[in-house]
């Protein structure tokens, strides 16, 4: 039996007054997007050209809305009318897998808005796709940037390409125009949101993006200086292999 192409992930947020907040995010694999009916017609904080970021392609007469904010209108993120740091319990279900957490609003909503990021279909977020395929609910700053480095260096394997001020190169050019997404969204969340816990996931959620140079960059020799201690001489070991 063919299996669905319709994966679906579920954020649960369970407050201390006894309020609970649920979330579905269905993603279609096949398009590496959310599976948003075509029908959904957002609201209006989420047309084009409303706050509209700066470096953005897109026409308005192509495309009405801001495949972004049309993601996040859908899922109705914008409008938690709690504090920030109001304590949450977070239950989060991914396929065979139930994730458990106790953090804050803002870290919260920082996690399932880079799940959202990652597949609306935004022109500039669309380098993140497969890591939404590959969804890691509140990866820590060292794990998400391991995640970016890998699946971009993944990306280079394929395509035979892998030098590294190259890819350094491009993974900042790729986050440069990520931080000024960041940025615009948030003025457009500013005008929808009744919380400042959304505004708040956004600059959580932006830091990486303001720094991706020095971030990146120091962490290839974190990184380089691990294997380096734990990977054995490979040529060593290759005149230890038998022979096939």
């Given at each position: 039996?063919?299996s669905?192409?319709?994966?679906?992930?579920?954020?649960?947020?369970?407050?201390?007054?006894?309020?609970?907040?649920?979330?579905?995010?269905?993603?279609?694999?096949?398009?590496?997007?959310?599976?948003?009916?075509?029908?959904?017609?957002?609201?209006?904080?989420?047309?084009?050209?409303f706050?509209?970021?700066?470096?953005?392609?897109?026409?308005?007469?192509?495309?009405?809305?801001?495949?972004?904010?049309?993601?996040?209108s859908?899922?109705?993120?914008?409008?938690?009318?709690?504090?920030?740091?109001?304590?949450?319990?977070?239950?989060?279900?991914?396929?065979?897998?139930?994730?458990?957490?106790?953090?804050?609003?803002?870290?919260?909503?920082?996690?399932?808005?880079?799940?959202v990021?990652?597949?609306?279909?935004?022109?500039?977020?669309?380098?993140?796709?497969?890591?939404?395929?590959?969804?890691?609910?509140?990866?820590?700053?060292?794990?998400?940037?391991?995640?970016?480095?890998?699946?971009?260096?993944?990306?280079?394997?394929?395509?035979?390409?892998?030098?590294?001020?190259?890819?350094?190169?491009?993974?900042c050019?790729?986050?440069?125009?990520?931080?000024?997404?960041?940025?615009?969204?948030?003025?457009?969340?500013?005008?929808?949101?009744?919380?400042?816990?959304?505004?708040?996931?956004?600059?959580?959620?932006?830091?990486?993006?303001?720094?991706?140079?020095?971030?990146?960059?120091?962490?290839?020799?974190?990184?380089?200086?691990?294997?380096?201690?734990?990977?054995?001489?490979?040529?060593?070991?290759?005149?230890?292999?038998?022979?096939?």
């Amino acid at each position: 039996m063919e299996s669905s192409p319709i994966k679906s992930i579920r954020y649960e947020a369970f407050f201390s007054g006894g309020q609970k907040k649920s979330y579905t995010i269905d993603i279609d694999i096949r398009l590496e997007n959310l599976h948003i009916p075509e029908t959904y017609v957002p609201e209006n904080w989420a047309t084009l050209e409303f706050q509209q970021c700066s470096h953005c392609p897109l026409d308005s007469k192509d495309s009405p809305y801001c495949p972004l904010a049309r993601s996040i209108s859908f899922h109705q993120l914008q409008g938690i009318d709690l504090p920030s740091f109001e304590p949450v319990d977070g239950v989060i279900h991914i396929e065979d897998r139930t994730l458990l957490i106790r953090t804050t609003l803002q870290r919260f909503l920082k996690s399932l808005y880079g799940l959202v990021f990652s597949l609306s279909g935004c022109p500039h977020t669309r380098f993140l796709s497969s890591m939404g395929l590959f969804h890691a609910p509140f990866a820590n700053e060292s794990e998400t940037t391991l995640r970016i480095v890998s699946f971009h260096l993944l990306h280079c394997f394929t395509r035979g390409d892998i030098e590294r001020q190259k890819v350094l190169d491009e993974i900042c050019g790729n986050f440069q125009k990520l931080e000024v997404v960041n940025r615009c969204f948030a003025e457009r969340l500013r005008g929808s949101s009744r919380s400042d816990a959304a505004l708040n996931a956004m600059v959580l959620l932006n830091f990486i993006a303001e720094h991706p140079a020095s971030n990146i960059d120091s962490f290839f020799e974190e990184i380089k200086n691990l294997l380096n201690k734990s990977s054995p001489d490979i040529h060593q070991e290759r005149n230890n292999l038998a022979p096939i």
